[in-house]
Nanobody, 124 residues
Framework: QVQLVESGGGLVQAGASLRLSCAAS????????IGWFRQVPGKKREGISC???????YYPDSMKGRFTISKDDVQNMVYLQMNDLTPEDTAVYYC??????????????????WGQGTQVTVSS
């Protein structure tokens, strides 16, 4: 049974850092890419980063600089390090997999499975 469980969200002040975790089960990150998205109520789900089965990271231009994706194939975990957070980063953060080996397709409609999300709130 495929499952993605995010954790690590919370309330932080502007300028802080936060690391999100996503535990994957039912499939192996040795074979599949996985990514992070976020969504603000009333807005489209936005892609933050993706990491291929080989560990190659991908960031859309708008997300380069403050976000770092990494993974642990042994623990079957993926992480998102977020630095210098601002109130505009407040959103629900999701991990998702396209069930492909690479990040060649990285949009919310390409994802095959989603976690339940974790709330990140950044106060000013």
């Amino acid at each position: 049974q495929v499952q993605l469980v995010e954790s690590g969200g919370g309330l932080v002040q502007a300028g802080a850092s936060l690391r999100l975790s996503c535990a994957a089960s039912g499939f192996s990150l040795r074979y599949y890419a996985i990514g992070w998205f976020r969504q603000v109520p009333g807005k489209k789900r936005e892609g933050i980063s993706c990491i291929s089965r080989d560990g190659e990271p991908y960031y859309p231009d708008s997300m380069k600089g403050r976000f770092t994706i990494s993974k642990d194939d042994v623990q079957n975990m993926v992480y998102l390090q977020m630095n210098d957070l601002t109130p505009e980063d407040t959103a629900v953060y999701y991990c998702a997999t396209p069930f492909l080996s690479a990040c060649s397709r990285f949009s919310s409609t390409d994802m095959g499975y989603w976690g339940q999300g974790t709330q990140v709130t950044v106060s000013s």
